[in-house]
């Protein structure tokens, strides 16, 4: 390990030392998703819980199975703030949800992210063939 890097990962500590991350996904507005960003795994990593919209490719597969309900609609200020609301109230809670992010961080591994590419092939092979009638 350089030096480089751990001063980046006490850096990343230290943003992410309390609190609550978001990712709303407008980065890249034409796009429908956005693949992956790095920002959740860096906030999961440190213990920190993500807040992502359903444009961020990692909510799925990252913070769906930790804490749904820390995903918004994209665009839905109303929905971002009341989810804000909610989970900021607990100071407990929200801890809780920062360690369950780092766990799932624990056992993520490239297996589940390849799983989860051919789930996606398999979607869109499935409605492209519902678009022209192919049974």
Sequence with gaps: MSAGSVIHSEGLAKRYRRGLA?????????????????????????????????????????????????????????ALTELLRRVLSDPVALATRGQQALRRMGVWSIHENIDGVLRAVDLALSRAKAKVGVR
């Design 22 to 78: 978001v990712d709303p996904g407008l980065r890249h507005a034409l796009e429908k998703f956005v693949r992956s960003p790095l920002s959740v795994n860096e906030a999961s990593c440190c213990g920190c819980p993500v807040a992502a919209s359903d444009r961020v490719g990692a909510a799925t597969d990252l913070i769906a199975p930790v804490s749904p309900d820390l995903i918004f609609p994209c665009g839905n200020v109303r």
